[in-house]
C-alpha cells in the first residue's frame, strides 16, 4: 500500500546568487519559504517540478521538498530544508547579515 501524499514545496538554488528560492503559485520565484507554493497533490507536485527544471536560465537543482501548512504559509518539515531557508552557515551575508 502507498504512502499517503506527503505536501510540497518546489525548491531549488538561484542561478546567478546561489540563494534558496521557492516556486511560487504565480510561477515567480521567492526567497521566503512562507511565500512558496504549498502543493498537496501529487500529480501536481511532479507537473510543477518538471516546469522548474525546465527553467535551467534561472535556477539549479530543483527538487520537491516536504513542507506542511504553518500560520504564515509552508514550513519546512526537515531539518535540511529548515538549516536551507536560514542561508550560507560560513558567515553572515545575504539573509543572515539583516539579522
Known amino acids: 500500500m502507498p504512502r499517503p501524499f506527503t505536501p510540497k514545496v518546489v ?30 497533490d501529487e500529480a501536481i507536485a511532479d507537473i510543477r517540478l518538471l516546469d ?8 539549479v537543482g530543483a527538487y520537491l521538498a516536504d513542507a506542511k501548512a504553518g500560520p504564515n504559509g509552508p514550513e519546512p518539515v526537515h531539518f535540511r530544508e529548515a538549516f536551507r531557508t536560514r542561508g550560507p552557515s560560513n558567515y553572515n551575508h545575504g539573509k543572515q547579515e539583516g539579522a
Open 52 to 59: 522548474a527544471q525546465r527553467r535551467g536560465s534561472e535556477v
Open 11 to 40: 525548491t531549488a538554488n538561484a542561478l546567478l546568487e546561489g540563494d534558496v528560492v521557492y516556486l511560487k503559485a504565480d510561477d515567480g520565484w521567492t526567497r521566503r519559504i512562507e511565500e512558496a507554493e504549498l502543493i498537496e
